[in-house]
């Protein structure tokens, strides 16, 4: 059931990419976002799924595994399918009622899919090749910066660390409150909309007492242990940029520099 | 109704690096009215086990047959099973959610399509099991009692379902001594008014030896020793090497037997055990 969820699971391999930078790896997974906007020709997507295949390849994580962390996502990727066959004007070739399948409408489902995909996929390669705690302490760093405008770098990466915790353990509480409620004859399955949106009661309390509770605990615990926000901690490991981080940048910047070029070409 | 596990193995996460094996190639049979202790360190499989007895887990490979039906197979419905086979999970206190006591007990047997007075006979009687006062607890909120009546608020919520197997993950866990006591001996009443078959996972031998019929010890997945108390706890040196040891006041009876002095060795309890050596003592004196 819930054991599908994979997005923002941390995948660990030790290769080269996992090695990599926290920082490095969020750079570069931005600059891959705006990559795909420059894309504008199956050409490109070629290029890009070529590029994702390699750094797949690199990370050593199975491709089947990769795949499956779509799979909750084929619905949105379906509709934007669906919505921009049918919304975009053009060249008529198939009449259904009032809807129209176009050309374009075919050329811009499909590219939009596309998009969604990779966009899913590289962003999922962000987190499946760097563990949470390697995650926020790269984008505490990077946002550092912003500290004199006003930006609450520490305290924002310290709620993004206890929020990717908790999140298996509140999978793993679901689970069990479901798996003890169908013990006692709860039917999570069957039924309309209005008796599923019920039956869900007997999840949804305990699951909230539970969290509340867990939340208090924690809060009880950091200030025990004298917690008191960003200012003064040291780190047990501090950030360094590498040589392979300079090598990955340069590959990403030959990366987008190839895009741009097919796109003005 | 009688339980019969063939080659049950079961595996977390197959084909991930999260990969875990948590039970392997298990086969073991269980008949009716009969009360077992299932026994083992943390993270041998027990919880994975007992899962499976009412269709909450898949098996990897194997079968489960509850009364000759086979519960893997599909045209079964897993609803007639949790009927039947009433779990009570780990730290069960965890799964009460409704305003009061009363309906969060309701809640198992209002599934099982009982009408309200039914329902109300079932609540009075597993309140009354657990040793909860009905008129003085029925309408108060289940999260403003104690953790120990929680934990009886619960357990009476499967209780009341009246499965004919009744499964019990570490009911104890946590408890004082003398809550533990009541619960466990409340446990064996049941079992023997009504001789359904109970199996009560449990991480302590002390607790387990003087109330089961048998017991499986489960280690790393696999089931290492099963058979009567007397049985498995001859094994000292299996179950230490796996890190369980026996009840104290059998290694006394076994240390007093080293000790050439001659005393029954089927002894579980320390009333037993008295009788014996007081026995024992006078039997000396007059020779
Ligand atoms: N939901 C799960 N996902 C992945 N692995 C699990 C899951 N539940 C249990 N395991 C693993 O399966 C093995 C057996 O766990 P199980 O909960 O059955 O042990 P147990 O005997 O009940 O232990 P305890 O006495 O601590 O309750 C353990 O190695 C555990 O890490
Ligand atoms: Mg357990």
Known sequence: MLKDITIGQFYPTGSFIHELDPRTKILITFAYIVGLFIVSSFISYGIVALFVLGCIFVSKIPVKYMLKGLKPLRVIIIITFIINIFMTSGTIIYSLGPLNVTVEGLYQGTFMAFRLVFLVVGTSLLTLTTSPIALTDGIENLLNPLKPIGIPAHELAMMMTIALRFIPTLLEETDKIMKAQMARGADFESGNIINRAKSLVPLLVPLFISAFRRADELAMAMEARCYRGGDNRTRMKQLVIQKNDIISMAVMGMFIAILIYVRIR | ?287
């Open chain 2, 1 to 287: 109704m009688s339980i019969k596990i063939e080659n049950l193995t079961h595996i977390y996460n197959p084909s991930s690096p999260f990969e875990t094996t948590a039970l392997d190639n298990i086969s073991f049979e269980v008949t009716e009215g009969e009360f077992i202790g299932l026994i083992g360190h943390t993270g041998s499989g027990k919880s994975t086990l007992i899962q499976h007895l009412n269709g909450l887990l898949k098996p990897t490979k194997g079968k489960i047959l509850i009364n000759q039906v086979d519960i893997t197979s599909k045209d079964v419905k897993l609803q007639d099973i949790r009927k039947n086979v009433g779990l009570v999970f780990q730290y069960p206190e965890h799964q009460l959610f409704e305003e009061t006591v009363y309906k969060d007990i309701a809640f198992g047997p209002a599934n099982l399509g009982l009408n309200e007075e039914e329902i109300k006979a079932r609540v009075v009687e597993a309140m009354d099991l657990v040793r909860l006062p009905f008129q003085e607890l029925r309408d108060r909120s289940p999260f403003e009692l104690s953790g120990g009546q929680r934990r009886r608020v619960a357990i009476a919520g499967v209780l009341a379902m009246k499965p004919n197997i009744l499964i019990l993950d570490e009911p104890t866990a946590g408890l004082d001594p003398k809550g533990r006591d009541e619960i466990l001996e409340q446990i064996k009443s049941l079992h023997q008014q009504v001789q359904n078959t109970v199996i009560l996972v449990s991480h302590s031998m002390e607790d387990i030896a003087k109330l089961v019929d048998r017991i499986i010890v489960m280690h790393k997945g696999k089931v290492s020793l099963i058979g009567k108390p007397t049985q498995v706890f001859k094994e000292v040196e299996v179950l230490e090497s796996i890190g369980l040891g026996i009840p104290q006041i059998t290694y006394l009876m076994k240390m007093l037997k080293e000790n050439n002095i001659k005393l029954r060795e089927d002894i579980l309890t320390i009333e037993e055990a008295k009788a014996e050596i007081i026995n024992w003592i006078r039997g000396n004196k007059n020779a």
